[in-house]
């Protein structure tokens, strides 16, 4: 039985181009067991494959033979040639971070054949330090990238014993519905009606947003200045990723009253700004950033239900001080916040859809990257697991996402949370962001900074007490 | 200075889509020098980046901006990033050729950036028994591809003490103009009213191929059954490469008075019939393969010029001995060479682009695939180098072409020699050649077929003497 694609998964098959695949990347490292027998990647592997029918949405394939996807719906297929999408793979020696980030930029790049399920895992070998990664491909279209990278999460065990199926595997369907027992209510849909008042409102504020005087940190979505973040991309890719210390940006955080999520601006703003000083040019306006926010309207107080929308947030690049550009942050994501949050769930909708249709016209009609950027960077925190994973007895160290990105949009940086860490993965352009290895470096001597200012803040407190 | 396209690179690049790149590539198999210290692939890697200017036509870079390259042209690239250019790759263990095919067969179906020039090289470490690989890329617009890959086995050293600049060095560039002295005179391109008498004769010859008798086993190229090779192809590939020993094949040749050329076809011939009989449906009437060749026109005996076309020869799939089969392919092979060599150079010329022409109005037009085809199965037959080669002290044991396959074209068989072997490299569409890796076992069973039955024709010979 064929189903009709959805006009946004749709979309995220007709912007695809050879430069912009558009599916998003997890990067995960485990470690090996202490005890592992020589066959344990081997055994690995075969646990991998040995999947007799594979769990929606990794079965879902795409039919139809018309261009763009006029015809096109989803097939379940049952007959998986788990060998296509179950990849092994290698590092040269010496398997530092360094030769696994280089490999991944490489597979990340690839697009994937629409004639498969759009997903491939590859399971990497020769890292040092006596761990592997796991390296998994989605298409957007399949399921949002963030829904799908937890699904992959969700399915680990929580203790090296355990032996679950794996991620992929129908098998996980039948446990789940075991486990959620009651269904959840469906949410109705808007009328007509509804959505063109909504679109009066959102118009209202998109109008008082413009009008904003300049030297406010409240960003208006129109204004982030250009950069060379800001062109068109090549197909080439690279991948550098980190970990942080989730005590550390707490810290941090606690020392300015600040949040988690404003201390992580705070670090890419000031990465950034080195960034730019270093290898290109760095703007007189602070560049501006795309936070995807999870928010409760009005309307849904009661509910209890959370919406997913998107603000567009300064991120200090222009104001030296790292305690200043923390304080430009926070300044300008309440504002944010305090607009959406007056907001109720139409108009949230039809914000977020009116906020992201200049991107998709651009992406559809080619002319993205020649066109003024409505944002600079997509700086998207994601929570994760509070607790230990375990994939089939080898224990989850990091899960650093590796998202998309797109003409005009050359640089990604979402960022995870895992036990006591915070996983950083920033994904570029390798031809528009030159060298954004160097990132690392910048976001952790951004984090020093904050630290050092926080430090002598805390100083003069005592003094002036 | 940007030079203009020429129309037959320009068609290389138009022709290309997702599923059908439009490179060659080589899998170059080298030994580990036995003193080798631990840094040697380290070493190697940096001996291979290390290059101040890039030679010709390896810095050769697309230039333009309109759709179907209509205003495209070659510029020469002076400062190329050749860390996206030489990729360090590594096998997971336990590092057979079997893990070796299944990552060339991923790095071969991967579409180049025409942002750079078109050639990528993969140092591949980790392969068993103290070896190491070098896989390359080009793609047939820079420069045909069988030349490309002489270019860089000419460039390897005679022996293992010698060092010399890596084969895509510009240094090559001087050394190679100060060892060619004087120069070759240029071909006079033929005149219109030339090609045009050529344009009859070579009508006239396939009016006569068209009423050959269908009994006979000359081939006319408008026959090859419909066949899974000759399907539309998908973007993944399978390769399947291994080397066989030039005396066992010689010996053969001898016995049945038949070429080289003749041995590899029946070994060809032989395993896509049991390839056919075991993953497909054999059809009744025989598969017909293209065969490049070199050979001598009338007009050309006392110039001692050679040409290169190509001939289309059965392969006796449908005989069941293998005997029998080599006869039928020699007796096919010798017309189809009659044939050309009654043409003089521009009637070969005009033959040549004549039969190759609906096969690039098919790829352009979509339609491949979806059209009856000329011939089933490329089977190419390289001439390589007789004594030993070495890579910066390596030395090169096997050298395994992958060259391209397109819609109705799924299989390509191109056979190199080296040394005291022959290498055999098999490429293929995933999809429509399903585990093409057993042509590898069906190819050394036809060999060996011959073998017995040469054997037995000798014991015959004897009984009768």
Redesign the interface.
């Known amino acids: 039985m064929k189903k009709r694609l959805a006009l946004l998964d749709s979309g995220w098959l007709t912007m695809e181009t ?1 430069e912009t695949p558009m599916h998003v990347g997890g990067l995960m490292l485990y470690k090996t067991p202490d005890n592992a027998p020589e066959t344990f ?2 055994d690995m592997l075969a646990w991998m494959m040995n999947v007799r029918e594979v769990a929606r949405p990794f079965n879902k394939k795409l039919s139809g033979v018309l261009p763009m996807n006029l015809d096109a719906g989803w097939v379940e297929d049952h007959d998986i040639d788990m060998d ?1 999408h179950i ?7 010496p398997g530092r971070i360094r ?1 696994l980030l ?2 991944v930029s ?1 597979l990340h790049a ?2 994937m ?1 629409r ?1 498969h399920p759009l997903w491939e895992a590859y ?1 990497i ?2 890292i040092e330090g006596n761990r592997f990664g796991l390296f998994v491909k989605i298409h957007h279209s399949l399921v949002d990238g963030v829904a799908a990278m937890r699904l992959l999460q969700n399915r680990l065990a929580l203790n090296g014993r355990d032996r679950l199926p794996p991620p992929w595997s129908a098998e996980w369907e039948e446990l789940e519905a075991l486990q959620a027992g009651e269904k959840r209510p469906r949410r109705r849909g808007p009328s007509l009606g509804e959505s063109f008042k909504a679109m009066g409102n959102v118009a209202l504020n998109l109008a008082k947003l413009a009008a904003t005087p300049k030297e406010s940190h409240v960003k208006s979505i129109y204004k982030a200045p250009s950069t060379v973040l800001n062109k068109r991309v ?3 890719r690279r991948f550098a990723a980190q970990s942080w210390s989730l005590s550390r940006l707490k810290d941090v955080a606690k020392q300015y009253d600040a949040t988690l999520n404003d201390v992580v601006l705070a670090m890419c703003g000031g990465a950034l700004r080195e960034y730019l000083l270093g290898y290109a040019t760095l703007p007189e306006h602070s560049l501006v950033a795309n936070v995807p926010v999870s928010i409760r309207s009005n309307d849904q107080a009661n509910e209890g239900g959370n919406a997913i929308s998107a603000v567009q947030v300064t991120l200090g690049t222009h104001i030296k001080s790292a305690a200043k550009r923390l304080e430009a942050i926070q300044e300008s994501m309440n504002d944010a916040k305090a607009r959406l949050g007056a907001m109720n769930r139409v108009e949230i909708d039809t914000h977020t859809v009116l906020t992201s249709l200049p991107l998709l016209a651009g992406q559809v009609s080619g002319l993205d990257g020649r066109l003024p950027v409505l944002f600079n960077v997509v700086v998207s925190n994601v929570p994760g697991p509070r607790e230990a994973r375990y994939l089939n007895g080898a224990q989850l160290l990091a899960n650093y996402p590796a998202s998309l990105i797109w003409h005009g949009y050359a640089m990604n940086i979402t960022v995870q949370s895992y036990c006591d860490n915070l996983d950083f993965g920033v994904i570029a352009c ?2 528009s962001a030159p060298k954004v290895q160097r990132m690392l470096d910048f976001l952790e001597a951004a984090l020093a900074d904050l630290e050092q200012s926080a430090m002598a803040k805390g100083t003069r407190h005592r003094k002036s007490a």
């Open positions: 050879p990647m081997q296509y990849r092994h793979a290698a590092l040269p020696r030769e280089a490999l490489r690839q697009r054949d004639a399971l070998e020769g090549r197909p080439a390798r031809e």
